[in-house]
T-cell receptor, first 116, second 113 residues
């Protein structure tokens, strides 16, 4: 169990540029979640996957945001035409469901995005 | 809709004093409740969770929380604060243990020597 990993840890970009973040969940975790945390706030749910299927998307996830989990393992979150309001910490978490589940979401260290 | 309210954005205690962080929830279904801790520039670590078993839940680092349905509360306590407890604490609620988490706004705990 190597934990949830996220790459990059920090990203600075200029307004209007596209950025992509990667999340590698704990091995064999079938659920993967993305959250966004702005300064002084709690994390807010963005979307989650069960295997490769995207099961739910928050209304916070505008059409500039897209998330994929093509093979049911790692996931990517892309933001197109970034805006200053996108500056935040993007957190990924993973969990298992069904038999053997620990009923826990395990979080990665996050990717801090700064849009100039 | 589910929601969580954390009373007090900042709590300060002396080392060795009781820690009490408050969390009230709103849920139309039996809730699953969680406390997470976040250290600076790090992700969230689970402290403890309530998943409809015992109402008094013990977690890591000496923390515990009691689920009180009549008060819709899930307050976090620790009998004796340690300097290493200084961090941000988040209460969260969900419909099922592996469903999306709805977080409160957090409480920053400061511990003074």
């Amino acid at each position: 169990d190597t934990g949830v990993s996220q790459d990059p840890r920090h990203k600075i970009t200029k307004r209007g540029q596209n950025v992509t973040f990667r999340c590698d969940p704990i091995s064999e975790h079938n659920r993967l979640y993305w959250y966004r945390q702005t300064l002084g706030q709690g994390p807010e749910f963005l979307t989650y996957f069960q295997n490769e299927a995207q099961l739910e998307k928050s209304r916070l996830l505008s059409d500039r945001f897209s998330a994929e989990r093509p093979k049911g393992s790692f996931s990517t979150l892309e933001i197109q035409r970034t805006e200053q309001g996108d500056s935040a910490m993007y957190l990924c978490a993973s969990s298992t469901t069904g038999q053997g589940s620990t009923d826990t979401q395990y979080f990665g260290p996050g990717t801090r995005l700064t849009v100039l | 809709a589910q929601s969580v309210t954390q009373l007090g954005s900042h709590v300060s205690v002396s080392e060795g004093a009781l820690v009490l962080l408050r969390c009230n929830y709103s849920s139309s279904v039996p809730p699953y409740l969680f406390w997470y801790v976040q250290y600076p520039n790090q992700g969230l670590q689970l402290l403890l969770k309530y998943t409809s078993a015992a109402t008094l839940v013990k977690g890591i680092n000496g923390f515990e929380a009691e689920f009180k349905k009549s008060e819709t509360s899930f307050h976090l306590t620790k009998p004796s604060a340690h300097m290493s407890d200084a961090a941000e604490y988040f209460c969260a609620v969900s419909d099922t243990p592996t469903d999306k988490l709805i977080f409160g706004t957090g409480t920053r705990l400061q511990v003074f020597p």
